[in-house]
């Protein structure tokens, strides 16, 4: 649950949506327990240890995609990264996507 949640504030700051959006942690609880239930359920049925990295990024992201993490506290009226907001919990399963499949932190850029 912890890397989700800190990616999740990462991802905040780095896009300076932390007035706008808030991370909900019940919502990430519940996010954690249907992946794991889901790659539980994955290794029962294919009766294997491990499961690959690509299929954890998958499970992941769809949980994300459906729990919908992140929530919008408030619209600014003007906002570097406003178009974004409309999709924080799209944009930032593609960053846990990509954080997850590589096994690593990738920070954001930002525009100047």
């Given amino acids: 649950m912890l890397h989700v949640l800190t ?3 990462d991802f905040l700051k780095a896009f300076k949506l932390q007035k706008h959006c808030n991370v909900c942690i019940p919502l990430v609880e519940e996010l954690i327990l ?3 239930a889901d790659i539980a359920r994955l290794k029962d049925f294919h009766d294997i240890e491990n499961v690959n990295s690509l299929k954890v990024a ?3 992201t769809h949980w994300t995609l459906k729990r919908r993490p992140i929530q919008i506290l408030k619209y600014p009226k003007k906002h570097e990264y406003l178009e974004m907001i409309k999709e924080v919990n799209e944009w930032f399963a593609v960053a846990l996507l990509t954080n997850s499949y590589f096994n690593r932190k990738i920070l954001w850029t930002q525009r100047s």
């Fill in 34 to 36: 249907d992946y794991f």
């Fill in 7 to 9: 990616t999740a504030e």
């Fill in 58 to 60: 998958a499970y992941l």
